[in-house]
């Protein structure tokens, strides 16, 4: 079974309540319906309900939940819980109003209040605009100190990772994360493979090192965050700093890092910084053929993932699915 099938049937299995906050974007409409029908998730569009019609323009939205926020009983509940929740950063009753009329604000809070158990956006905002309301208002969750990203790589050739599944973190979100926060990403992806995948994580953290092959401040930062993973999550099988090819390669990973458990044998790859990572996945993604699942937001103590803005419509499908099932987990 392909990945996103076996993630598509997790869904099914207990199915969620999950927010598309750009509701009356013409994919969003499209998928929405393709959700409910697949029985993937409870879907609710948010916005101008006559508008979302207008722009089904006839298509099913049977079993899709359409909610103006403006007009909803709770919507001044809602306004002053964040206001509360935000004065001491000065926010005003006035601007707590307004900023509740943002869909994306009045989907957070549905799942603060546990309205709802995923948010799913970004296919007409930016990430910044889609995950800020997010950390104000759900935050990180327990034991997390960051948020941050990765890819499901489903690559061709199934000698590599997990009968061909590896997780990419960071891609997306943490641009040059210091030796904490790449340890946090590590834990965070391992998880994220592990709910997701079902893989048993073998978490590579990358560098153009391996084993103090080369020395340099960039090295030493990769150092310093296996150290502080291994110390952190003792339970997790981790070794760095590697190079791609060692984490990858068992003949050349047995011989940069012999004995390791890791190297040669990982599917969860770290990278130092967005830069490698962001370049690595599309790099695998075009010249493998892989497919790239993602990306992913992890840390959140509930699920709000981002979109592209060029996604397809079985994109959204598939982020709700995903999405979905990180909430059964966050359970």
Known sequence: MALMDAIKAKAKADVKHIVLAEGTEPRTVEAAGIIAKEGLA???????????????????????????????ANFDEYVNDFYEMRKKKGMTPEKARETM???????????????????VAGAINSTGNTIRPALQIIKTAPGISIVSSCF??????KSYGDNGVLVFGDCAICINPSAEELAAIAAASAATGKALAG????????????????????????????????????????????????ALVESVGQLKSPGSSVAGKA?????????????????VQRLAGAEAIGPICQGLAKPVNDLSRGCSVSDIVSVVAMTAVQAQQAE
């Open 101 to 119: 009329k943002n869909t994306l604000y009045y989907a957070t809070m549905m799942i603060k209040k546990g309205a709802a158990d995923g948010m």
């Open 267 to 283: 599917n969860v790859l770290i990278f130092p910084d967005i830069q490698a990572g962001n370049i690595g996945y599309k790099l």
């Open 42 to 72: 409870k879907v609710t569009l948010l916005g101008d309900v006559d508008e979302i019609k207008k722009v089904a323009a006839g298509k099913s939205l049977e079993g899709v939940n359409l909610i103006d926020p403006e007009k909803q």
């Open 199 to 246: 893989i048993d994580p073998r978490i590579a953290m990358l560098s153009f090192s391996t084993k103090g092959s080369a020395k340099h401040e960039l090295v030493d930062k990769v150092v310093e965050a296996t150290n502080i993973l291994k110390e952190a999550h003792p339970e997790l099988n981790v070794d760095g700093e590697l190079q791609a090819d060692a």
């Open 152 to 157: 499901l790589m489903e690559v061709p050739d």
